[in-house]
Structures are given as C-alpha cells and as structure tokens.
C-alpha cells in the first residue's frame, strides 16, 4: 500500500464530507470544493475520519490512493483554512494593481497586462511590488500563481520579473572585460 495512502484524514468539526457515485463534497467554513474520484479508489467516510481504499492491488492504484488521499486532504485543508500564496515583483517600474477581478501589470512591456483572476481566487496588492492570492482550491491557486509568474519570469543576471515570496533565484556573473 502507498504510506500516503494508508494515513486516515482527520475531518474538523463543522466541517461535512459527503461521497456519493465517485464524487466527493467537501463543505466547510469557507465554502465547499467537489472532486471525481477515479474509479479504481474508494472512499470510507466516517463521522471525523476519511479513509482511501483500493478496490484491487496493483502499481497504479497504489499511486491512485496516494494522489486521491492528498486531493481530499487539501480539499479539508482549503475549506476549513484556505491557502495564500505571495508573489514579488523585482525590477524598476514594475508594478501591480488590482481592479475589481482583475489584475493590471506594468512589466517592462510597452503595454500593460491585465489578468484576469479565475473564480475562486481573491487578491490583493501590497506596495505595488507584492501580491497576494487566496482561495480555497490549493490546485488552482497554484495554476493561477504559475501563469502570473509566467507573465515576466525573474531572469538570472539582475533578478528582475516575478518570483514566489520563498523562492530564491540563482544569480549568474555577468560579462567581465579582458585586457
């Protein structure tokens, strides 16, 4: 069995999970997320615990239980909690603004770039160099993390672009005369 697999996942109070025809609902304090679990899982959901079983034993499913138990873990976890993730912006005249559901870059580019943000996902600027995303779907958070770094990614020589707050970006030497 996968070792992630076998760990029951602790379910809070308040907090409703429910497994009917493959898809599982998790409702908590701030909101609730849905998820089809693939057919080769199965769940056992108790008053406080969630246990993944396989229905047979092979390579794959053991994978399959592994991954299902993490999904369902981050679906308690954003529910009860939510995630955030903060992304800084390096350069001279970069900056960020936040419009209603959108976000406004000026990147270097000779345009801004407006972005908007999926359902789901809430942000906000800090001193126009630090934003901060939050919502409760961690998968999505993530994506919509990654295409706004995508949008200027840091480059290695001066660091300039967008980065993860805890990412450290390896710098190269630049070019050095010779005599």
Known sequence: MSRVGKKPITVPDKTTVTYQNGMITVKGANGSLVHKVHPAIDLHVGKDRIDIVMKSESRENRALQGMTRSIVSNMVVGVTKGYE?????????????????NLIFSLGYSHPIEFPLPQGVKASVEKNNIVKLSGIDKYLLGQTAARIRQLRPPEPYKGKGIKYAEEHIQRKAGKTGTK
Not at 85 to 99: D, F, Q, S
Request: proline share 0%.
């Open 85 to 101: 993730r903060v992304l800084e912006i390096n350069g001279i005249g970069y900056r960020a603004e936040a419009k209603g559901n």
